[in-house]
């Protein structure tokens, strides 16, 4: 059953006692046997079937599209058109009262005849379930999102909280599901025309075994421009090797660049087989991973005279650049690798050859640049078998009664997470039998402080029982503190502090943010999310890919620390992190990690 009313009205939007209403429909519809989609959507379609209740039509093809704009629908259709974009289903979401976006994801990654799942969605519900059936789709999922900005961080308690906003959120779910984010109709469209190829498509057999792209033009400026789109798209554009350069020397002229950007020079209007024979040698080298070509092609066939060379020398040239198309698309089949078309001219007879044989072709170079990284990006995970991972939730372990600085030191020590000695005292006598227990020098914190540092709640490096006496006397005469830690000072030579938090977000569940940690968390803003529990292997991925990450291998002189420790201990704080529901925050600030290991310096958790 389908109840409609417009996306922003209808008998459900914002009435009283709406939740009331909307579930005693939803069991009357139960009762017939039937299911409820909506309230407040626009429809239903499934070109597969005869079922269509929805006000417009929808070209028939491979996306099923569930949106929760009606409006948005339709613009993603009108740009869909440009590319070749048609839909097996779509379905308006509404207040998904009783059907959800997660039901419709798991039956649409059932649907054969359905490629790819196109997703607008202003609330995931259960975003977990959401990006548990997204990873488990089996086909790609591309997700246009609203409503990510970061006024969720502002009831936040701890750093971890105060970083982590809904953007990040997403993006870390999306990545970890194995799902393509984007921020527009339009990236949408593009990512869509890239992926959404069926079974046994040309596009869909081609493999990528990483990003090394080879930007391939018939003139300088597109080559430079398409270069940076290509970085900036996450694509790497490594100078080619000797051999490859060699071989390339084969086909074109000696004026051509071959270092990558590789550039005709102006050898394709007179030999337009030279697109074709290029195209061939960049497919074959092991060193290139996909390739996109950019700039003129297409133009000799669009135009019936060409470029000042007579009606003649036009049917010539442009006779000789579809030729080359076909040349390009037999070499693609012999050497299947993503390859991505940016031309002035995208509806040319030479570039219609290309995009029939499943070639992307886009007027723009971005849209280029974007399509390719996510060919690449899914080509290489799916030739790897190595698709992200969704992690699993633990089992809920019993919960945390003693909330305290050491109460949570204590619950990550039992879980494996190393920590210097340390005892709580609340007087002078507890403070100097803490002295006599574990040698100095001594640090000395004052609790339940959220900043300590800013507070002058932390004294570093107090040689002997005399000068953490003194310390003491001094802090607790300023601060009043009901209760301090003593604990052995950890070395901090040749070390790095990072930060290891996890959020429990209401739609997502556990989030985890690991970066630079410290007393400059929060000014360096170098973090990293996943969702929770994080296993070492995309720990240490999370840490490779921070900004600062030279830091962890030395500069200046100092050795590379152990990131495969730190990483381990990752893996242990965000598991117990997962298997405590009844924490909202939880955070180890600073982890410092040096050559021989790592050791948590700081913690504190917070109840939800």
């Not at 409609?4 to 459900?12: I, K, S, Y």
């Not at 893996?571 to 600073?590: D, F, G, S």
Request: negative net charge.
């Amino acid at each position: 059953m389908l109840a409609e009313g417009g996306e922003q009205g209808g008998p459900f939007a914002g009435a009283v006692g709406e939740g009331a209403r909307q579930r005693a429909v939803v069991a009357r519809v139960r009762e017939a046997g039937a299911v409820l989609v909506g309230p407040n959507c626009l429809g239903i379609a499934d070109n597969t079937t005869e079922l269509y209740l929805a006000s417009d039509r929808f070209a028939p093809g491979g996306v099923a599209l569930l949106s929760q704009s009606g409006n948005l629908a339709l613009e993603l259709q009108l740009r869909g058109a440009q590319h070749g974009l048609g839909f097996s289903r779509f379905v308006s979401l509404g207040n998904q009262a009783d059907v959800t976006l997660v039901d419709l994801v798991e039956d649409c990654a059932r649907h054969a005849a359905s490629t790819a799942i196109a997703v607008y969605a202003e609330d995931f519900g259960d975003g977990r379930a959401f990006a548990r059936a997204a990873a488990a789709a089996g086909k790609p999922v591309v997700l246009l999102t609203a409503g990510r900005g970061t006024a969720s961080a502002r009831s936040a308690q701890s750093h971890t909280g105060a970083l982590t906003t809904s953007a990040d959120v997403v993006a870390a779910a999306c990545r970890d599901a194995g799902v393509e984010l984007v921020r527009t109709p339009r990236e949408m469209t593009v990512v869509l025309a890239a992926l959404s190829a069926g079974p046994g498509h040309p596009r869909t057999k081609a493999r990528a075994s990483g990003a090394r792209t080879a930007v391939f033009t018939d003139g300088g400026g597109h080559g430079a421009i398409a270069a940076d789109a290509a970085e900036d798209a996450g694509l790497g554009v490594p100078e080619l090797g000797a051999a490859t350069q060699a071989r390339l020397r084969t086909v074109l002229w000696q004026q051509s660049a071959v270092g990558n950007p590789v550039d005709l020079a102006g050898m394709g209007e007179q030999q337009p087989l030279s697109y074709a024979d290029t195209v061939a040698e960049l497919l074959a080298a092991d060193e290139v991973d996909a390739v996109l070509m950019t700039g003129y092609f297409g133009g000799y066939a669009a135009s019936e005279g060409g470029l000042g060379s007579g009606a003649s020398g036009g049917s010539v040239l442009a006779e000789g650049e579809t030729l080359a198309a076909e040349k390009i698309v037999t070499h693609l089949a012999a050497a299947p690798k993503p390859l991505v078309v940016q031309s002035m001219y995208p509806q040319s007879p030479s570039c219609r050859v290309l995009a029939g044989a499943g070639v992307p072709v886009f007027a723009a170079t971005e849209d280029a640049a974007r399509a390719l990284s996510a060919m690449t990006g899914r080509a290489a995970a799916d030739s790897a078998g190595e698709l992200p991972g969704f992690p699993a939730l633990p089992a809920p372990a019993a919960p945390l009664r003693d909330t305290g600085y050491h109460g949570v030191r204590t619950l990550l020590a039992a879980a494996g997470v190393p920590f210097p000695a340390a005892r709580e005292i609340t007087d002078e006598a507890g403070l100097l039998a803490a002295a006599g227990e574990f040698e100095g020098p001594y640090v000395l914190k004052a609790l339940h402080l959220l900043h300590k540092s800013d507070a002058g709640g932390v004294a570093l490096r107090l040689a002997g029982r005399g000068a953490l006496l003194a310390a003491y006397r001094e802090m607790h005469a300023r601060l009043g503190a009901p209760a301090y830690s003593v604990e052995a000072m950890a070395d901090l030579s040749d070390g790095i502090e990072l930060i290891v938090g996890v959020n429990r977000d209401p739609r997502f569940g556990p989030v985890a943010m690991v970066g630079l940690g410290g007393v400059l968390t929060e000014t360096l803003r170098d973090v990293a999310f996943a969702l929770a529990p994080v296993p070492a292997g995309r720990a240490e991925a999370l840490l490779r890919g921070l900004r600062t990450a030279a830091l962890l291998d030395g500069v200046r002189g100092r050795p590379a620390v152990d990131v495969a420790a730190a990483a381990a201990v990752i893996e242990r704080i965000t598991t117990v992190a997962a298997a405590h529901p009844e924490i909202a925050e939880l955070e180890v600030n600073p982890l410092l990690v040096r050559p021989d290991g790592a050791l948590a310096l700081d913690a504190r958790a917070v109840l939800g």
